[in-house]
């Protein structure tokens, strides 16, 4: 059985930073790709960043660039998303999951939350 549990999230002050975590079980990072969506209150889920499993490749969206940065331990089989200079509009709920870049994600984690004051 394949288990994501997302971790880190909490209240922070914009320009602040948090590291969100991502423990997995039942798959592992050499098989599949890892990727950060978020959800903020009332807006569609997008995606934040991926990390590809073949070239370790990384991919961000537009606003998060030079911020935010992907990572993995395989060693841990955990996965990361350091987020720094955190803005309000970075508010939501944070799912990591595993799958391809080009848009496949068949398992997800639980979320969690993470708010940015002003």
């Known amino acids: 059985e394949v288990q994501l549990q997302a971790s880190g999230g909490g209240l922070v002050q914009a320009g602040g930073s948090l590291r969100l975590s991502c423990a997995a079980s039942?798959?592992?990072?050499?098989?599949?790709?890892i990727g950060w969506f978020r959800q903020a209150p009332g807006k569609a889920r997008e995606g934040v960043s991926c990390?590809?499993?073949?070239?370790?490749?990384?991919y961000y969206v537009p606003s998060v660039e030079g911020r935010f940065t992907i990572s993995s331990d395989n060693a841990k089989n955990t996965a990361y998303l350091q987020m720094n200079s955190l803005k309000p509009g970075d508010t939501g709920v944070y799912y990591c999951?595993?799958?391809?870049?080009?848009?496949?994600?068949?398992?997800w984690g639980q979320g969690t939350l993470v708010t940015v004051s002003s």
């Open positions: 990390k590809s499993k073949s070239d370790g490749s990384t």
């Open positions: 039942g798959v592992t990072f050499d098989d599949y790709a």
């Open positions: 999951a595993v799958g391809s870049c080009s848009g496949y994600w068949p398992y």
